[in-house]
């Protein structure tokens, strides 16, 4: 033992690894058609060829964002300029085969030291040159495939180096022929399926063909460190405050010695101030995978699942050293955790675990953040803070796109959000179903896709790449599909055992291991829009992992991509207690679905502005009762949901609680009232007043307090009772029927819940608006103005309070939408993040709003929008906090 302490002490004293750097190659490319050019890669890569009538190239990128930056087609989230881009089925493949091309300044290498390019993934074929070199002996192929290449013996003598790719799109590329990933034979590839067309987007045109993620320089000494790997197991049962029991960290790393010589050294890691390390021999030209001493780390700050406990990250650091030269080294973000999961008889579902605890799954389905790829950090920050906003705890990401990107996880790490990552299938183009619109029958579908190597080899290296991040919750071999045998008996017996080992696999997105879909059906939805009794009352699946609504945003959002004059609503046709919606043929392009009989009871609508605004307070009922619904049965009938879907990463009018361009709708603010841990709700069907906790603690010394409004603004207290109730579990408490039938009988009424604390303070607040004995919101559609006071107040550099003010003797401020504008174009400054949004005030009340957003220089001074239901426009200057 003295004799490793010294060891570690003179560890300690080991230099810092002054060459080792890692830089992106993402500007200056040029890019051009294959066409184009006759000259052949070992010519093209050499920098005395020139590349003056080339374009400049977007890379990260596709085909598609490069011409698009070059003007060379229209935004094809515009209207309808995706139609006036050629599509690929229609051009062919060398329509959309391009050379990328990258001049760099690296030196050669010197002595030992390495230097190594890596391509994190291309869509979907490619030849790598460099400097007149070939780098691939076999043409690439697979769009989750990433690429590492070792470059020390080709570089430029005089460090002047040209980078040459070029890139094959998909083969087959589809026929985008209207089907859910238009005639399936997009599923043939190692690819992305949406972009031959889904129900909510249209075909992407070049299939995103391109270099579309990061392209990186590494400079390493000897030895190259690769896939670290680290478990954290938390035994026993945990809570997030107090003294920790100590906690296991498991640390495995690969070594790749790429010179002729043996290379001996010390692989070694810190972890919370404590280094642990391991002598390494290796031998020439060879890698081989090390496993490090196990770790107690004491005491350990543990990550747990948004509204459950603090994300608390740690940063683990990775050497390999060679004498007190630091050869490699890697950084790893650690998140300190342990999933379990468990059947629940009683639900018949897979309930998760963890650190011990149960955690009730509120989810949504993501797609992608862009569907031209076009990804940033502080996009994947920002939709990611939406969903914590939500007061969600998953996200399960659809096996129809990709595995997600590190930047991604990073940020879910961060906030909170559990991830189920599925595998690249989907029922309707691996064969679910019998399908006119596809091509190809059933029995050849199931067998896609045709590389099941590559499928393999992809899902292998995938896991290996995100296997680290806390938020990684699941595996998922397929949406609503297994994948073929032997690629599923490959990722359950073979590659998730020995990569990662520690997450539940489910073997498709509905699967009776997950949940026992003794409803019948397909184990998902339904999608569109439900009378909110529905989601009380009717028993759905016991852990569904894709159910859904409505979604449209309002007119400030429809107005980013409908033309002017198409910025008209719906007409309704037909009977009204199921009328049929005409809808503009741009709305029907992008892909609306109808809101039905539901928005009539509020009037039907007289411009595009009108029906934005009705669309909201349907947006805001729905997906409040959704997540309500579903949580007053938790462990009942339940085990978790997850909303299909949460965002788009195209302009659909449909499934998203904030648009494209991250302007969030009322959807967003109903599922994060619907969705807080601590919640007081109220039951449509029995006129129960409820209370969910979703915490670990019992909850005690809680005054209840129920009072109606009615349109005047008068209020009649219901009641006031103190309340407890136990940790995770939903328990009701009083009927409210008498007073909801007296009050709500002619013009309907206003019903506000609270939570209050001995102090009197506000811990769980829930508006309800409720319709006449008719079902019509006959009050609301006369209800009097109010003259609400605003106040704002710059209390950090990076926000903004806002106080809404109702006079006594008013009546409700309704659904006041707020926003941060730009006063130079009157546009929203996107994103801005709010505590809340859609507020009611009671009269002689007052509410409070803080904006968070990102200053920038082109707007010094943005102004405060407070818009109501029977509150009249306000843009208000922000007053300074001094």
Not at 37 to 44: N, T
Not at 100 to 105: A, I, Q, R, T, W
Not at 410 to 421: E, H, N, R, S, W
Request: one cysteine or more; a positive charge.
């Amino acid at each position: 033992m003295k004799k490793y302490r010294l060891l570690l002490l003179a560890l300690g004293l080991a230099s810092p690894l002054a060459a080792q750097q890692r830089y992106e190659l993402n500007s200056g490319w040029k890019a051009t058609p294959i066409a184009n050019v006759k000259a052949d890669g070992q010519a093209i890569s050499q920098s005395s060829f020139a590349t003056t009538d080339w374009a400049p190239a977007v890379v990260p990128g596709t085909v598609l964002t490069t011409q698009l930056e070059n003007k060379q087609v229209p935004d094809p989230f515009f209207g309808m300029n995706n139609n006036r881009i050629p599509d690929i089925y229609k051009t062919g493949r060398d329509y959309y085969t391009y050379w990328f091309v990258k001049d760099f300044k690296e030196a050669k290498a010197a002595g030992d030291d390495q230097v190594w390019l890596h391509l994190r993934g291309v869509n979907y074929s490619c030849e790598v040159f460099l400097n007149g070199q070939k780098l691939n002996k076999k043409t690439h192929h697979g769009m989750f495939l990433r690429q590492t290449y070792n470059i020390t013996p080709y570089l430029a003598k005089d460090g002047n180096n040209r980078l040459a790719v070029v890139v094959y799109p998909p083969d087959p590329v589809g026929n985008p022929n209207g089907g859910q990933g238009g005639d399936g034979t997009i599923a043939r590839g190692v690819s992305h399926q949406y972009v031959a067309g889904w129900d909510w987007i249209r075909p992407i045109r070049d299939r995103n063909t391109g270099i579309w993620d990061k392209v990186t320089i590494e400079k390493t000494k000897q030895v190259n460190v690769k896939n670290p790997h680290v478990v954290t197991r938390v035994p026993g049962v945990r809570k997030p405050e107090g003294p920790q029991a100590p906690a296991t960290i498991e640390v495995t790393a690969e070594l790749e010695n790429p010179t002729a010589k043996k290379v001996s050294g010390v692989l070694q890691y810190t972890l919370d101030g404590q280094k642990v390390s391991q002598k390494v021999t290796l031998p020439a030209n060879s890698t081989q995978q090390v496993s490090l001493e196990k770790l107690a780390l004491q005491n350990p700050k543990l990550w747990w699942p948004n509204g459950y406990g603090p994300q608390n990250l740690y940063q683990l650091k990775m050497q390999f050293l060679v004498g007190k030269t630091v050869s490699d080294e890697e950084d790893v973000q650690v998140g300190v955790r342990e999933i379990q999961t468990k059947w629940n008889a009683t639900t018949q579902s897979m309930q998760v675990h963890l650190n011990g605890q149960k955690i009730f799954i509120k989810g949504g389905n993501w797609i992608i953040s862009d569907a031209m790829l076009r990804f940033t950090d502080a996009r994947y920050d920002a939709e990611i803070r939406f969903h914590r906003d939500m007061n969600l705890n998953l996200i399960r990401v659809w096996g129809g796109a990709l595995v997600e990107r590190p930047e991604f996880y990073q940020a879910c790490d961060k906030y909170g959000m559990l991830v189920m990552q599925d595998f690249w299938m989907s029922g309707d183009a691996n064969g679910r179903w019998v399908d006119p619109m596809k091509l190809e029958d059933q029995w050849t579908r199931r067998q896609y896709p045709n590389d099941h190597r590559l499928f393999i080899e992809s899902a292998a290296d995938q896991v290996k790449m995100v296997r680290n991040y806390a938020s990684l919750g699941m595996w998922c071999g397929g949406n609503e599909i297994t994948p073929p045998k032997d690629i599923l008996t490959a990722l359950q017996d073979s590659i998730l055992p020995k990569l990662d080992g520690t997450r539940w696999f489910v073997p498709y997105s509905n699967s009776d291991s997950m949940s026992y879909n003794n409803q019948g059906g397909n184990g998902d939805g339904p999608y569109g829009i439900q009378p909110i009794s529905r989601f009380w009352a009717h028993r759905t699946y016991p852990f569904n992992s894709e159910v859904g609504s409505v979604g449209v945003g309002d007119y400030e959002s429809l107005e980013r991509f409908l033309p002017a004059a198409n910025m008209v609503p719906p007409k309704y046709l037909g009977p009204k207690s199921k009328p049929t919606e005409k809808v503009d043929s741009v709305w029907d392009y992008h892909t609306y679905i109808g809101y039905e009989q539901y928005l009539l009871p509020y009037g039907a609508p007289k411009d595009a502005r009108d029906f934005g605004l009705k669309a909201q307070l349907v947006n805001y009922d729905q997906y409040r009762a959704l997540m309500e619904g579903f949580s007053s049965h938790m462990w009942e009938w339940y085990t978790g949901s997850i909303i299909w879907k949460t965002q788009n990463p195209w302009t659909a009018m449909r499934g998203q609680m904030y648009d494209y361009y991250l302007d969030p709708n009322a959807c967003l603010y109903g599922l994060r009232n619907g969705s807080e841990p601590l919640h007081v709700m109220y039951n449509p069907v029995d006129t129960m007043v409820m209370i969910t906790n979703n915490t670990f603690e019992v909850k005690r010394d809680m005054m209840l307090v129920v009072d109606a409004y009615d349109m005047a603004g008068k209020k009649t207290n219901v009641t006031q009772v103190i309340v407890e109730i136990n940790p995770s579990m939903s328990k009701k408490y009083l009927p409210v029927n008498a007073v909801v039938r007296q009050m709500a009988k002619e013009k309907g009424m206003f019903l506000s819940l609270q939570l209050q604390d001995f102090n009197k303070k506000v811990i769980s607040n829930n508006f309800y608006w409720l319709s006449d004995a008719k079902g019509e919101y006959s009050g609301l559609k006369g209800m009097a103005k109010t003259a609400v006071k605003v106040t704002t107040k710059q209390t950090a550099k990076d926000k903004i309070e806002v106080t809404l003010t109702n006079p006594a003797n008013a009546p409700v401020a309704f659904f006041n939408r707020l926003a941060l504008v730009n006063p130079k174009t009157q546009k929203r400054i996107l994103p801005v993040f709010y505590t809340d949004n859609y507020v009611s005030v009671l009269p002689g009340e007052s509410k409070t709003v803080v904006m968070d957003y990102t200053p920038t220089s082109d707007v010094t001074a943005p102004v405060v929008s407070v818009e109501g239901w029977n509150v009249e426009k306000q843009l208000l200057p922000v007053a300074s906090s001094n």
